[in-house]
Protein backbone atom coordinates (compact mmCIF):
# COMPACT_ATOMS: atom_id res chain seq x y z
CA UNK A 1 0.00 0.00 0.00
CA UNK A 2 1.19 3.65 -0.64
CA UNK A 3 -0.04 7.01 0.24
CA UNK A 4 0.37 10.25 -1.83
CA UNK A 5 -0.26 13.34 -1.08
CA UNK A 6 0.04 16.56 -3.26
CA UNK A 7 1.51 20.26 -2.49
CA UNK A 8 2.34 23.04 -4.29
CA UNK A 9 -0.72 23.75 -6.07
CA UNK A 10 -2.48 27.36 -6.32
CA UNK A 11 -3.05 31.04 -8.46
CA UNK A 12 -0.41 32.10 -10.84
CA UNK A 13 -0.53 34.31 -13.93
CA UNK A 14 0.15 33.10 -17.30
CA UNK A 15 4.27 33.01 -17.67
CA UNK A 16 4.55 31.84 -14.30
CA UNK A 17 5.69 28.87 -12.09
CA UNK A 18 4.81 26.17 -9.51
CA UNK A 19 6.65 23.74 -8.26
CA UNK A 20 4.37 20.80 -7.62
CA UNK A 21 5.43 17.94 -4.83
CA UNK A 22 4.41 14.53 -4.13
CA UNK A 23 5.11 12.61 -0.69
CA UNK A 24 4.78 8.98 -0.55
CA UNK A 25 4.63 7.11 2.32
CA UNK A 26 3.60 2.89 2.47
CA UNK A 27 5.91 0.34 0.33
CA UNK A 28 9.30 1.50 -0.54
CA UNK A 29 9.19 4.39 -2.73
CA UNK A 30 11.96 3.03 -5.23
CA UNK A 31 10.22 0.48 -6.16
CA UNK A 32 7.63 2.68 -8.22
CA UNK A 33 7.52 4.62 -11.06
CA UNK A 34 5.61 8.25 -10.84
CA UNK A 35 3.77 10.06 -12.75
CA UNK A 36 1.81 13.15 -12.97
CA UNK A 37 -1.52 13.11 -14.80
CA UNK A 38 -4.49 16.15 -14.70
CA UNK A 39 -8.26 16.33 -15.31
CA UNK A 40 -10.52 19.53 -15.76
CA UNK A 41 -13.94 18.96 -15.35
CA UNK A 42 -16.10 17.09 -17.63
CA UNK A 43 -12.48 15.75 -19.35
CA UNK A 44 -11.25 12.64 -18.97
CA UNK A 45 -7.91 12.25 -16.76
CA UNK A 46 -4.81 13.43 -19.02
CA UNK A 47 -0.83 12.17 -18.92
CA UNK A 48 1.33 15.01 -18.20
CA UNK A 49 4.53 13.35 -16.69
CA UNK A 50 6.05 10.23 -15.69
CA UNK A 51 9.74 9.23 -14.10
CA UNK A 52 11.40 5.49 -13.94
CA UNK A 53 12.10 4.21 -10.85
CA UNK A 54 15.49 5.67 -10.59
CA UNK A 55 14.55 8.68 -11.89
CA UNK A 56 16.70 8.26 -15.04
CA UNK A 57 14.34 7.97 -17.45
CA UNK A 58 11.42 10.85 -18.17
CA UNK A 59 8.37 11.10 -20.67
CA UNK A 60 6.26 13.83 -21.29
CA UNK A 61 3.21 14.96 -22.91
CA UNK A 62 4.03 17.11 -26.24
CA UNK A 63 1.30 19.87 -24.59
CA UNK A 64 4.17 20.03 -21.68
CA UNK A 65 7.33 19.88 -23.12
CA UNK A 66 9.86 22.00 -22.76
CA UNK A 67 7.65 23.72 -19.87
CA UNK A 68 7.28 21.42 -17.21
CA UNK A 69 10.53 18.81 -15.42
CA UNK A 70 9.11 15.73 -13.06
CA UNK A 71 12.28 14.53 -10.87
CA UNK A 72 12.36 12.58 -7.57
CA UNK A 73 14.38 12.10 -4.60
CA UNK A 74 14.20 8.51 -3.37
CA UNK A 75 16.22 9.62 -0.13
CA UNK A 76 12.55 11.68 0.31
CA UNK A 77 10.39 9.62 -0.94
CA UNK A 78 8.98 12.78 -3.46
CA UNK A 79 8.46 13.25 -6.54
CA UNK A 80 8.31 17.06 -8.36
CA UNK A 81 6.28 18.46 -11.06
CA UNK A 82 8.47 21.95 -12.08
CA UNK A 83 6.50 23.97 -14.34
CA UNK A 84 7.20 27.12 -16.04
CA UNK A 85 5.97 29.14 -18.42
CA UNK A 86 2.57 28.72 -17.34
CA UNK A 87 -0.48 28.85 -19.31
CA UNK A 88 -4.34 29.07 -19.01
CA UNK A 89 -4.96 25.83 -20.37
CA UNK A 90 -2.32 24.00 -18.13
CA UNK A 91 -5.40 25.19 -15.57
CA UNK A 92 -6.45 21.38 -13.71
CA UNK A 93 -6.60 19.28 -11.15
CA UNK A 94 -2.92 17.41 -11.01
CA UNK A 95 -2.86 13.95 -9.56
CA UNK A 96 0.05 12.39 -8.80
CA UNK A 97 0.21 8.44 -9.43
CA UNK A 98 2.26 5.10 -9.09
CA UNK A 99 2.90 2.62 -11.16
CA UNK A 100 4.50 -0.73 -9.41
CA UNK A 101 4.88 -3.06 -12.73
CA UNK A 102 6.03 -0.59 -15.48
CA UNK A 103 9.00 1.29 -16.22
CA UNK A 104 7.20 4.24 -16.58
CA UNK A 105 3.73 4.77 -18.64
CA UNK A 106 1.41 7.62 -19.87
CA UNK A 107 -1.44 5.05 -19.41
CA UNK A 108 -3.51 6.01 -16.28
CA UNK A 109 -4.56 2.65 -15.79
CA UNK A 110 -1.35 1.26 -15.14
CA UNK A 111 -1.11 2.68 -12.35
CA UNK A 112 -2.11 1.51 -8.83
CA UNK A 113 -2.16 4.28 -6.24
CA UNK A 114 -3.18 8.27 -6.90
CA UNK A 115 -3.19 10.94 -4.36
CA UNK A 116 -6.11 13.17 -3.89
CA UNK A 117 -5.18 16.11 -6.43
CA UNK A 118 -3.98 19.67 -5.88
CA UNK A 119 -5.78 22.15 -7.94
CA UNK A 120 -3.61 24.68 -10.07
CA UNK A 121 -5.60 27.69 -11.51
CA UNK A 122 -3.28 29.90 -14.40
CA UNK A 123 -5.21 33.53 -15.22
CA UNK A 124 -4.50 35.04 -18.17
Known amino acids: QVQLVESGGGLVQAGGSLRLSCAASGRTFNTYAMGWFRQVPGKEREFVAAISRSGVNTYYADSVKGRFTISRDNAKNTVYLQMNSLKPEDTALYYC?????????????????WGQGTQVTVSS
Open 97 to 113: AADYSSSYSYISSNYDY
